[in-house]
Nanobody, 119 residues
Framework: QVRLVESGGGLVQAGGSLRLSCVASGSIFNINAIGWYRQAPGKQRELVAVINSGGSTHYADSVKGRFTISRDNAKNTVYLQMNSLKPEDTAVYYC?????????????WGQGTQVSVSS
């Protein structure tokens, strides 16, 4: 079983910063990628940033230059440093972990953490 626990969300003014953390536990072997998604009210869940097993990163265009994803393998933790936050960044942020089981790939989700940015 795999468990993901996010933390670090909150209310911040525009221009401010937050750092999200996601701690993974359980049978976390053969990781393909781990990343952050977000879902704003009335919108679809979207990719924010992802880091793969080789350390390569990918960001949504809307957050490039403002957000940074990183990981600490020793702590089984992935971070999302969010700077220069904008009201449009307001959403529930979810951690996602992809694990390969042979030819199958399964994705796991955390419970989400709310980020609210006031103007």
């Amino acid at each position: 079983q795999v468990r993901l626990v996010e933390s670090g969300g909150g209310l911040v003014q525009a221009g401010g910063s937050l750092r999200l953390s996601c701690v993974a536990s359980g049978s976390i072997f053969n990781i393909n990628a781990i990343g952050w998604y977000r879902q704003a009210p009335g919108k679809q869940r979207e990719l924010v940033a992802v880091i793969n097993s080789g350390g390569s990163t990918h960001y949504a265009d809307s957050v490039k230059g403002r957000f940074t994803i990183s990981r600490d393998n020793a702590k089984n933790t992935v971070y999302l440093q969010m700077n220069s936050l904008k009201p449009e960044d307001t959403a529930v942020y979810y951690c996602n972990l992809e694990i390969d089981y042979g030819l199958d790939r399964l994705g796991y989700w955390g419970q989400g953490t709310q980020v609210s940015v006031s103007s």
